[in-house]
Structure formats: C-alpha cells, structure tokens
C-alpha cells in the first residue's frame, strides 16, 4: 500500500517523522552515583548514529500493527554494544495461535510454525491505535476500505481519460469517393495520431471533435478520489488541514493540536518499547540486573507564542509584577550579553505633556523595594567577604578542639582577637542607605 499509494506513504512517513526526530532524553532512577553511571552509560548508547533509524524502524509498527528490529551485538570485548539495528521483514513473522499476541520468526528450519524470538536479540514494538489484538491495530488495516476505493476510482479515471479526453479525428468524403481515395483518408486519419500531420485531397475533411474533458467530465472522478485521500489523512493525522491546500492558519493550528496529541502517545509508546527491548538488556548484559533501571524519555517541543507571552507579561511587569530574566532569555533562546557588548536600550516613547503623569507612574512602578533588593544583594556579596575574617578562625578553632566543651572553653579566647570594626563600619553604611532611600521615597 505504501508504495502504491503516494498520499497513504506521505500522510504515514509524516507521522513517522515526526516522532523518529525526537532526541532522546534519559533520566536516572535516583541521584546515587550508581544509578547516575547507569544513566550516562544509557546517555552514551542514545546518542549512536543508528538509533534515529532504529527509532523510523520500529514506527513502521504504525501501519502493519508489529515491527521487529534485530539488535546485533559486538561481543568481541567484555563491554557488549550494539553493532546495527537490523529491521526483520514482517513476512517472517508468525502469530502465535493460542493467544495471536506474541510473534515467532519463520526460519529455514521452521518455515511454518517459527521460532520464538530471542530475549535480549529483537526489539518488538506494538502501538496500541486501538484496543483489541495488535494484528488488528496497524493504520493499513484501518484505511484499506479508502485505499481499495480509491485504487478503483482511479482506475475508472483513466480508463475515461482514455476514451473522452483524447479528441475524435472524423474524415469526410464525398458520395463519389472511390475506395483508394478512401483508403487515402484512413491513412491520414492513422498518420494524425502519431506525426500530428498529413496530406489529404481537396475534397476530403478533417475535423477534430471536443471530448466530454473540455466539460469538466473528469470532476467527479477527482472528487471521489479527494475525499478518500481525506479520509486517509483523518486516519492517519487525526485531521485534514495540513494536507490540504485552502486551509487558513487559524483552522490548521487548532488541528495541529489534535495532531500533537497523537505524537506524544506515538513517542511516549516508542520510549515504553526502548526501556523495555533495548535499555534493560543493555544494563544486565554488562552491569547485571538492577533494582531500578534508567529510563529514555522522548520529550516533545512544542512551538511557543511568544508574542502572545510578551503581550501578557508587559501590562503584569508594569504593575510591579517581578520576573526572572533568565527564565525570558531562555524562552526567547537570547544568550547572556558579554562584558562590554553592545546592548539594545528601551526607548521612551512618553509625549513631553505627559511628563508629570509617567513621572508618577513610574514612581509606582519603581517603588524602593527594587532599589532596596538590590543593595542587599551588593551589601550581601560584601559581607561574604568580610565574614571570611569571623567565619575562618571559628572553623578552624572546631577543627582542632577534641570535644564540643573544649570548643566553647577557648571560644571567649577566640573572640578577644577578632575584629568587628570592618563588620560593624559595613553594616552602619547599608543602614543609613536604606534610610536615606526610604526617606526620599516617601518625600
């Protein structure tokens, strides 16, 4: 079907795609040092040049309902690692027939009952589309009907091409034509259709006569064939705006979302199948069986509105509304300018008449909580510095007394020789700031 049908192979090979596209992330079971091992070692098998094909490999379980791939390990070194990713046929594959759930592989000695297949060898991804047997579950069988009643139209189509689209040549003779002047008209007649040219006597016609395609009479047969390539994109997308040609924007993002929803089941089962058949059996074959194993997650990055998000931050920072810029810079994907760059500065756009008015504004806006933060935040990096001069000798006092008595009976002795001047000259500074910005604030 996927190679017959062009728009079947589109509408599948898109949904594909879009999952096979996705980096995969892995998270640790815990933060010990051992499950964090586990974790980078996982890390290092993900980022192989053969797991995105692998990843294509296994969705073509979306279509036929199964996909088999064959991991074929290097063993030449005590650190097993995966060659390749072979992808096995879905002919080779056998139903079991007490329960039709797990598969077996057809062999040269068993070529008709098969084989079981070997744990730790395949990888065997079965999508759930919908609830029942996962031979019924593959998006072929869904749009076979479309499929069949589409191949049929088209062949109706062209069988009508044929006979009205291309234009009748009729040759006219007079009553007292003899059989070689007719003979004569034949020839022309036959020599049209193949040189486009011929030569006739003056008493003989040729006329080309319109076919029912100058009317419009292949409409129907284009309309039939439309709608079950719709029906396909329903089946395979959950919608039909982004195939077709006049959808507006608007339509096709409110789709867009319902097509989102089937990525994120698509890669949330891809992700379940390669902790299963590939992450497990590559921890226990070289680090042996855990308690907790590390997971690969395939998280999904959506478009963000981002002129939608300034919109609704502007009226909110105005009001007071305190937001991380870092947290911006990283939704915006803006760096940390350098030391010294170049930065754009805002540029007023108040009218010198409302000078008085934006001048109160702003004091609202600006009240000394904001000034107030930031010279803690000065006074603070300081006293880091100053406090080095306390905190120092304190430590090392504790570090060399045997018992906590011992460490206060020579603590009063350790307090005669520190200094509290730089301290105490420090913190009478950031008083009489923060006085003097709250008088001039309440001024």
């Known amino acids: 079907m996927e190679e017959r049908d062009l728009h079947y192979a589109s509408v599948l090979r898109t949904r594909k795609l879009t999952v096979a596209g996705i980096e995969p992330v892995v998270v640790a079971a815990s933060d010990d040092d051992a499950d964090v091992q586990l974790a980078d070692a996982i890390r290092a098998l993900m980022e192989a040049p053969q797991i995105p094909e692998l990843m294509f490999d296994l969705l073509d379980g979306l279509g036929k309902g199964v996909a088999v791939c064959e991991i074929l390990w290097d063993t030449r070194n005590n650190h097993w690692m995966p060659r390749d990713y072979e ?56 749009v076979a009907v479309m499929y069949m009643l589409k191949s049929f139209t088209v062949r109706d189509w062209w069988a009508f091409a044929e006979k009205f689209g291309i234009p009748v040549t009729v040759g006219k003779y007079g009553p007292n034509a003899t059989e070689e002047q007719i003979r004569v008209l034949i020839d022309a007649i036959a020599s049209i259709a193949s040189d486009a040219g011929c030569a006739i006597p003056q008493s003989m016609q040729l006329e080309m006569q319109e076919t029912a395609s100058r009317n419009n009479g292949g409409a129907l047969f284009r309309e039939m064939a439309e709608w079950c390539d719709a ?5 395979v997308l959950g919608q039909t705006m982004t195939t077709d040609n006049g959808s507006s924007r608007s339509q096709a993002d409110v789709h867009n979302q319902v097509r989102m929803d089937i990525v994120r089941w698509d890669a949330r089962q891809l992700a379940n199948t390669l ?29 963000e509105d981002l002129k939608a998000l300034t919109d609704a931050l502007v009226p909110l920072i105005d009001r007071g509304m305190r937001v991380q810029e870092s947290e911006l810079r990283d939704r915006f994907g803006l760096a940390e300018p350098d030391e010294g760059a170049d930065v754009l500065h805002p540029v007023s756009a108040g009218m010198p008449g409302d000078m008085a008015m934006n001048r109160e504004r702003v004091a609202l806006n600006r009240e000394h909580p904001d000034e107030l933060a930031q010279m803690v935040d000065d006074a603070l990096r300081d006293w880091q510095k100053t406090g080095e001069a306390f905190t120092n000798p304190v430590l090392t006092l504790a570090q060399e007394c045997d018992s906590f008595d011992d460490f206060l ?35």
């Open 87 to 142: 992808w096995v046929d879905p002919r080779f594959l056998k139903a079991e027939k007490p329960t039709l759930r797990q598969f077996r592989l057809l062999t040269d000695d068993e070529p008709v009952d098969g084989v079981p297949l070997t744990p730790g060898k395949f990888i065997v991804h079965q999508p759930r589309l919908k609830s029942g047997l996962p031979l019924r579950n593959g998006l072929a069988r869904l």
């Open 231 to 235: 029906q396909i994109s329903k089946a």
């Open 275 to 303: 902790n299963e058949y590939l992450v497990r059996p590559y921890i226990e074959a070289n680090y042996g069986p855990q308690a907790h194993y590390p997971r690969v997650v395939l998280r999904i990055s959506e478009a």
């Open 409 to 443: 009976k020579r603590l009063p002795e350790l307090q005669e020789t520190l200094n509290a001047d730089d301290f105490a000259l420090q913190l009478a500074e950031v008083c009489f700031k923060a006085r003097a910005l709250g008088d001039t604030a309440h001024a």
